[in-house]
């Protein structure tokens, strides 16, 4: 809990000094855009549509900014060798963490089964969208990965959802749009502050020498705020070809950015050696305490026709594809039932891309 204290307020100081890292000394930055959508496993119901665009950047080893987390860090990790900040490091006692930074924009929309009613059905999903940034500090190793992050949005009309759908519908799937959004959940102002960690799974890595090879991670984090307060924990195992050493959260997750996960020092061999290609499958259990979605706002009375249900599981199966810095994936997520009286299980389709900023024009020249 102290190094989320930590970064908590960490990343208020990093972000001060934002502007100021474009500089030559800095790593380059990478942009990300994730979208899920239930369009691709053929359904149009419940979490119906997210996406988001983000920017994450590491923070240059040399910057004042990164050796003053690295120092606040091993203070607070102390000498006692079973802590748990004292776990984030790696090899040997004098080896860096990686800081890194991210902004992003991302908008959730939820609508029932029926689409022509003026109101969601009796039992069904209310209609729901939400839009907000995220801010992110990030700190990571060799072995792990944690995240905080801070996410500043709105429900209702603000959040634009039902022009997102109604342009999607149009001019993507055209299909028919839903007639109900003037009864969705009502505009409220949500802050939300989000933990996140990854620890890979030695036991089950590969050597990393191997072309063909496996590995994993746990991960469990928490969020509080009135957009959304729960605890999960889940994992994730990957195999294919040449597997970078990186892993990155291949569907839209408020507090788990697409970035890479887990400290890597950027390599440049041949086309062969930088292709990776994997397939991976993650499981994940939530306790939700509360979602705006479901329970409605917190600030004003609003009866969403619906009961949460408090335990929530899912199901994650994809591919990924890598070259050099470029990377692509697509997955498939199936989730247990989040309220009572759900049409069945939830499936929807995630696509992310991500690339350096520099791409393509500087992208084969390293």
Known sequence: MRFHCFLTISFITLFVNALSLAHANSERPRIVFQQ???LFTGSDRD???GIRFALVKDLAKDRSSHN???KQLYELAGTESDSFLNQLRYGDSNAENRFSWGIGLTQLMYTPDNKTTPTAPEGERPYAGWLGIECSLHVKNHESASSVTLSIGTTGPNAYAEDAQDW????????TFFEGWDSQVPGEMTVNLHFDHKRKLGWLQSDSTETLSCDAYLEWGAAL?????????GGLIRAGLNLPETYTTPRVQIGSYGHSLFAQDPKYYSITENLSAFVFVGVRGSVV?????LDGPV?????????????????????????????ASFSRTIRSDEFDSQNGNQQYGSLQVKAPCDWPWNW???
């Open 36 to 38: 899920d959508n239930d």
């Open 47 to 49: 979490y119906t549509n």
């Open 68 to 70: 003053w987390l690295q």
């Open 168 to 175: 999607i519908h149009e001019n993507w799937s055209h299909s």
């Open 225 to 233: 705020g009135n957009f959304r307060t729960d605890a999960y924990v």
């Open 289 to 293: 305490a509360h979602d705006i979605t």
């Open 299 to 327: 600030f004003r009375d609003f009866d969403t026709g619906v009961n949460r249900k408090p335990v929530v599981g899912e199901l994650l199966v994809g591919f990924s594809l890598k070259l050099y810095e470029l990377e």
């Open 364 to 366: 084969f020249k390293r």
